[in-house]
C-alpha cells in the first residue's frame, strides 16, 4: 500500500517541485506557497499526501510547522525499484549463460 502511495505522491509535478524545494533544507508552508503559482491550502494538500508517502517529515517549530525530507520514503522507493533491476539482472544471467 505504501508503494502506491509513494509513487501516486512521485506523479505530480507540483509535489515533484516541493521535493526540489526541500533538497535546500526545511521550509515553512509559507516558504514553500511562496514558490509555486497554487493557493497555500492546495499546497498544504500536496505537503500532507507526501507526508503520508513518508516522503516528507513536518515538525513543529513554535507557530510553525516546517517540512523536511525524510530519507527514509526514498529509501522504500530506492529498495523498491532495486527489486526490478535484481530481476532484470538475474533474467540476464540466466540468457547469457544458455548462449552458444
Known sequence: M???TLFDA???PVRRGILELLRDGPKSVGDIAAAFPVSRPA????LKLLTEAEL??????GTRNLYAIEPTGFA????YL???WDDALARFKVV???LP
Open 2 to 4: 505504501l508503494r502506491n
Open 76 to 79: 522504500n522507493a530506492q529498495e
Open 82 to 84: 532495486a527489486s526490478f
Open 43 to 46: 499546497i498544504s494538500r500536496h
Open 10 to 12: 512521485l506523479g505530480n
Open 96 to 98: 547469457a549463460e544458455n
Open 56 to 61: 516528507v517529515a513536518r515538525s513543529p517549530h
